[in-house]
């Protein structure tokens, strides 16, 4: 069983950044895809990023395209998602999650593993 918690969440203007952390425990991270989802009020969670297994591949959402970065730390500990050139349209409660098999996937039903979700909330 991997436990994840995410942390790093919090109140930020419009433009603002913010970067969210990802652990699983103290385990080592590096055999899963690990995935970022979000759920704003009112809506289905949605996908948001993802970083391949050993390796360096990631995919995002179109929505957060050239504004947010998915990182492993050197440890192969913890994810990240960095977040810059925040808007209202991404307040959120992020959710980190880890799949054991399979390639890179934007299905949350593909995700073994999840976090409890932190809020970040983009507001002036």
């Known amino acids: 069983q991997v436990q994840l918690v995410e942390s790093g969440g919090g109140l930020v203007q419009p433009g603002g950044s913010l970067r969210l952390s990802c652990g699983a425990s103290?385990?080592?991270?590096?055999?899963?895809?690990m995935g970022w989802f979000r759920q704003a009020p009112g809506k289905e969670r949605e996908f948001v990023s993802v970083?391949?297994?050993?390796?360096?591949?990631?995919y995002y959402a179109n929505s957060v395209k050239g504004r947010f970065t998915i990182s492993r730390d050197t440890a192969k500990i913890a994810v990240y998602l960095q977040m810059n050139s925040l808007t209202p349209e991404d307040t959120a409660v992020y959710f980190c999650?880890?799949?054991?098999?399979?390639?890179?996937?934007?299905?949350?039903?593909?995700?073994?593993?999840w976090g409890q979700g932190t809020q970040v909330t983009v507001s002036s």
């Open positions: 970083l391949a297994r050993y390796g360096t591949y990631t």
């Open positions: 999650a880890a799949a054991s098999v399979g390639s890179t996937s934007t299905r949350e039903t593909d995700y073994d593993y």
């Open positions: 103290g385990r080592t991270i590096n055999q899963y895809n």
